[in-house]
């Protein structure tokens, strides 16, 4: 196929024919028309691992993980290959940042400190508190308690990734690509996916909106912040408290 037969089809039809034909040449086109998403990715992701890698290492294993993606990807299953592909990315950069064990042990000590006081106003007021709340209960000022949100939000992102992954007995990467599993995990899976939905209809409404434009729309929190006009540091600490909230709800579901 000449340059002149790619410039004339889509990136859907490309990859219709590579899941036919395995043509290596096709392959090299999708590779090349998609490898804006590495890069994309590892910029919104260069908080999780900046202290343990280079963008240019993250881009490397980025394109490695887009070229086994075009061969597991299967267009019958009706998935937007952009969402596949962003979806494995993520997944790749956590798993990546949990086996470095990277998080800063006083960032874990203070995490783990506004969990449990938000978990213990949980299970008080029937209800997810509010920042004022947990801050008055930790005794401290709510800038302050909002600046260590900011600072824990990584951890929750990964904490969260491990409390799924505690239930379902799988890394990230087995999550996204979908490995078979037993009737008795596909049982698990639905019910985590069941809780994970009802978690979401919990969170306030700002709440529900950043976690569906970062994780459905993938937009970086710069451009959130720019749809909902409010500053980044306040979207993040948006995203931080939906993430404690969902990580609260599944633990005292599965522990109940």
């Not at 039809?13 to 590495?38: G, M, N, P």
């Not at 900046?50 to 490397?60: K, R, T």
């Not at 956590?94 to 783990?112: S, T």
């Not at 993938?218 to 939906?242: D, G, Y």
């Amino acid at each position: 196929m000449s340059q002149q037969d790619f410039a004339e089809k889509t990136n859907e039809e490309l990859l219709e024919e590579y899941s036919r034909t395995k043509d290596q040449k096709i392959k090299q086109e999708i590779v090349l028309r998609y490898a804006y998403l590495v890069k994309n990715v590892a910029i919104q992701f260069r908080g999780v691992y900046a202290s343990f890698a280079q963008m240019e290492d993250i881009v490397h294993e980025g394109i490695i993980a887009l070229m086994a993606a075009v061969d597991k990807y299967q267009p019958e299953q009706k998935v937007k290959f952009e969402t596949f592909v962003s979806k494995r990315l993520r997944g790749l950069i956590v798993d990546l940042a949990r086996k470095q064990d990277w998080i800063p042990r006083n960032v874990r000590k203070n995490a783990k400190h506004m969990d449990a006081a938000v978990q213990t106003l949980f299970e008080k007021l029937g209800r997810h508190p509010t920042d004022e709340e947990v801050a008055e209960f930790l005794q401290m000022d709510v800038s302050k308690y909002q600046k260590l949100q900011e600072k824990t939000n990584l951890y929750h992102l990964i904490s969260l990734d491990h409390c799924i992954g505690e239930y379902m007995g799988e890394s990230p990467i087995e999550q996204i690509e979908g490995t078979e599993k037993s009737p008795e995990e596909a049982f698990e899976k639905k019910e985590l996916s069941r809780v994970l939905q009802e978690g979401l209809k919990t969170l306030r409404k700002k709440e529900q909106l950043v976690i569906s434009l970062y994780y459905r729309k993938e937009l970086t929190m710069k451009e959130i912040a720019e749809v909902m006009q409010l500053s980044e540091p306040r979207i993040s600490q948006i995203h931080t408290n939906a993430l404690r909230s969902l990580r609260t709800y599944i633990k005292k579901h599965f522990h109940s």
